[in-house]
C-alpha cells in the first residue's frame, strides 16, 4: 500500500505522498537541468532526494509531529546519498546529503559516504527497502550519464560549477513541488519566454520613448550604438564587450543586445546585474516601461535587498528568478553564485542559456577577479550563456590569464573613434588644495557635481557650502537619497536658472543620469574620474564641460593594498601633461599593469591578489569555505535604521512594526528587511559602538541598529568630527 508521506496535511487536510513528491521534485529537476545537459543526473538526484522518510520512525515523527508540533526528528538524508553515491561519483552525492543545510567540503563528503559504505544504518536499509518498493527506479543498475564534457580529467572548477548548477535544479524543484502541494497549486514554471515577442515590443516601446525625448545632440551617435549592437546580437554565445562612453545610450543598447541575441540563439532569459541598488532601481523602471505588458504576468523582475515584492508572483519569483528579464545587483548574482546554501542558490541554475548583462563591470573587485571571471568563462563554455561587459572603462580582462584563449568579442567595432565623437568633457588639474579650497572655488558656479572619497569628506565640502546645496552619500538612508537624486534632476531639467550644488561620495557616478556643466572629481582612479565626468556635459548641449580632477592634502583615500597599487599604476599614466582618463590606450595599459601587479603566476596561487586562493577552494570543492571566503562587499560598515519626522505616520508605524517582530527574535521572512531597507543608512562599527555607548543607537539584531541620535535633513546622520576637522 502506497502510505509513505513526505509532508504534513496542506490546507485542503490532503497529505503529501512520499511517491508524489519524489516523482514531482524528479519531473521539476529533470526539466530545470535539461537546460545544461545535465537532465538525468538533475532528475535522479531530486528522485532520490528524501528516501530517507521512508525510514519508519520518520513516518512516526511526521505524523506526530503533525498533531503535537515539533520537529520530524530523524536524519532522512543518508539514504538519498548513499543510492547516488552509488551511481555517480562520488561528489555529487553531496547535493543530495546537502539540499537542507547546505553543500559540504569534499573531504568530510567522502568521509560520510565511507562511513556508509562500511556499516550502513538499518534505518537507511529500512527506507531504501519501503520505498524502492513503490519507487523502483531509485535503485539503478547503470550509473546516471553526466554532460559529455564532464569528464574525470575535466578542469575541477568546471565541476565544481556543475555541482552548484545541479544542486540549484534539484533544491528548486524540492521547494516548488512542496510549496505546490501546501497552496494545493500546481508549480508554475515560466521558462518558456517568447523572446521575439520580447524584442518586438522592446523595440516599438523604445522607438516611442525617444520620440518624446528632447532632442540631443549625440542623438545620431546614440541610434548608431543601438544598430550595432543589433548586428552583434547575430554573433555566437560567449562574451562580449560594450565598450562606449558614458552618455552613449548603454542601458538602451545592452537590454537591445540581450533580446535579440536572446532570440536569435533561442535562449530562456535576461539577466541583468548592476553594483548599486539606486541604479538598480532606476533601469528597472526604464525595463518595466519597455517590457512589461498593459495586463498578465509582468516580464520584469527587480530582485535585490531594497525591492520589496508583494504577494504573489513578484514574491516567488525573487525566490529563483522566474522571469523572463531579471534585473539586479552584481552581489546578489555573484554570492549567490558561490554560495553553499540552498536559499541562496535556488536560483542558479536560470542562468544556464541566459543572457547576462553585467553593466559597470569596472566596478567588480580585483581581489575577487579570477574565480569571477572563471565562472564567467565556464558559464558560457559550458552551460550555454552568454555574458555583456558593459562599461565606458572597460578594464582588460583578458589580459588575466583566466580568459586566456577565450575570443573577445566586441560589440563597437571602433570604441576609440566613438569616445572621439563623444567627447565632451576638458579635464583641468589642481595638486596640492585643501577642501576648503576647493569648495570656495566649486562655490562660484551656480551648478556645480563635486564627488570625493569619503562620507567625511563630503560632509566637510557640504557644510562649506551650506544646506542650498544638496548632500549624497550613504550616510543619509536609502530613501533619502532617491528623493535626493529625483529632486536633483527634477532641479536640473525644469528649472534652468535654478541654482543647483551638489557634493557627493562615488554613488552617484555608475549609472545616476544627471548632467552638470561642471564637475570636480578628488583624485582617485581613473576609471572612477571618468565615470564622474560622464555626469558633465552628459547630454552634449555644450562644446565642452569642464572636470576638474584635484588632489586635496587633506582628503581620505582608501588605504587597502589593491586600491593602492591601482592608485600606483594610475599616478604614472593620468594628470596634468600626462594622459586624460578617457585615453583608452592608457587605460588598456594601466589595467593590465594593475592585474601583473597583483596576480599569482597561475590561477590556484594562495599568494595571488586576483581571488586565486578562493579559486584554489574551488578546484578542492571546498563549498563551504568559497562561501565564507567570496564576499563582494568588504568594508566595516554597520546598518542602521532611521525613522525620521519625514516620515508619514503609516509608514513609520509600518517600519516600527518591522524593527519590533526581528528584536522579538520571531522566525521572519526577507521581505520584514525589505521593509526597512528604504530607512536604513550605513555607518562605520567603531562609529556604531560609540553611538551604542552614548545612546544614539539601539540594538535591533545584533547586525541592526536603530538610530535615535540627530538626522541632519541634507546630511544624514553626521560623522564624529568638529567644523574644525578640515
Known sequence: MDDLLAHSSNRRGNRHRLTDHLRGTE??????????????????????????????????????????????????????????????????????????????????????????????????????????????????????????????????????????????????????????????????????????????????????ALAQRLPSPVDTIREDIYQQAMQAADGERGIYRLHIPTGGGKTFAGAGFALCHARRHGMRRVIVAVPFISITQQNADVYRDMLDPATGLPNVLEHHSSANPERGWARLAAENWDAPFVITTTVQLFESLFAHTPARMRKLHRLAGAVIVLDEVQSLPDRLLVPILSVLRTLTERFGATVLLSSATQPEFWATNTLKGLPERTVIDAPAQLFKSLRRVRYEWRNNVTLTDIATEAAQHSRMLMVVNSTKDANAVHRHLGDDAYHLSTRMTAGHRRDTINEIRTRLKQDESAQVQVVSTSLIEAGVDLDFPTVYRAWALPESIQQAAGRCNRDGHLEYGTTIVFHPTDGAQPHDRPYQLALSEARHRFGKNMADPDNLEALAEYYAARYSAQAGSHTTDTAGGLGEPIEKLRTQLHFPAVAENFQMINDRTVSVVVLGDQLDSQTRAQAQAAIDLLRSGQPTGPETLRTLQPHTANIPSKEADTALANRHATTITDDLLQWTGAYHHRRGIEPPFSAQAH
Not at 41 to 51: F, I, N, Q, T
Not at 72 to 88: E, I, Q, R
Not at 97 to 110: P, Q, S, T
Not at 165 to 189: E, I, K, Q
Open 27 to 208: 519531473s521539476l529537476a529533470y526539466r530545470f537541468g535539461s537546460a545544461f545537459g545535465a537532465a538525468d543526473l538533475a532528475g535522479y538526484l531530486g528522485l532520490v532526494h528524501d528516501v530517507g522518510k521512508g525510514y519508519c520512525s520518520w513516518q512516526n515523527g511526521l505524523l506526530r509531529a503533525e498533531s503535537e508540533g515539533g520537529r520530524v526528528g530523524p536524519d532522512h538524508k543518508s539514504a538519498g546519498t548513499h543510492l547516488a553515491a552509488k551511481v555517480l561519483p562520488f561528489q555529487f552525492a553531496g547535493i543530495v546529503e546537502g539540499h537542507h543545510g547546505g553543500l559540504r567540503n569534499n573531504a568530510d563528503l567522502k568521509n560520510l559516504l565511507k562511513e556508509l559504505r562500511s556499516d550502513l544504518p538499518a534505518h537507511v536499509s529500512e527506507a531504501i527497502t519501503r520505498v524502492a518498493a513503490l519507487v523502483p527506479q531509485i535503485e539503478r543498475t547503470s550509473e546516471v550519464p553526466l554532460p559529455s564534457w564532464a569528464t574525470p580529467t575535466a578542469p575541477h572548477a568546471e565541476i565544481d560549477l556543475l555541482i552548484r548548477m545541479a544542486y540549484s535544479a534539484v533544491v528548486d524543484a524540492d521547494f516548488l513541488d512542496t510549496r505546490a502541494h501546501f497552496s494545493s497549486r500546481a508549480p508554475r514554471v515560466r521558462d518558456d519566454a517568447d523572446m521575439e515577442a520580447l524584442a518586438q515590443l522592446f523595440e516599438i516601446r523604445r522607438k516611442a
